[in-house]
């Protein structure tokens, strides 16, 4: 997983992914490199486009699911507050019969 988030480090930076920039970042952050693994991957990313890859992902990281979470409890509060006026609706419309 480290080399694919290697990948990823050096696509949001805006740098070339190739073979020593991966190998630099992977051994920078500490793990043992097989440079069969970093060829694989660097061959295999050759003909993705990531920004779409990523864009189609279904993959949701803490940010997204928060503000999923929040959206929902904002629907929640609307539909309660709707179901309040039309209570009071329905209380006014019985004084007036």
């Known amino acids: 997983m480290e080399y694919?988030?290697?990948a990823l480090l050096l696509h949001t930076l805006g740098k070339k992914i190739d073979e020593k920039a991966l190998k630099s970042v992977l051994e920078a952050a500490g793990a043992s490199v097989e440079e069969a693994r970093v060829k694989?991957?660097?061959a295999s990313?050759?003909?993705i486009n990531i920004e779409e890859a990523l864009?189609?992902?279904t993959i949701?990281?803490?940010t997204e699911t928060a503000k999923k979470e929040e959206k929902k409890e904002e629907k929640k509060e609307e539909k309660k507050e709707e179901e309040k006026e039309e209570e009071a609706a329905a209380g006014l419309s019985a004084l007036f019969g």
Do not use: E, T
């Open 45 to 47: 990313l050759g003909d």
């Open 40 to 42: 694989a991957l660097v």
């Open 4 to 6: 694919i988030y290697g």
């Open 55 to 57: 864009a189609k992902s």
């Open 60 to 62: 949701v990281g803490p």
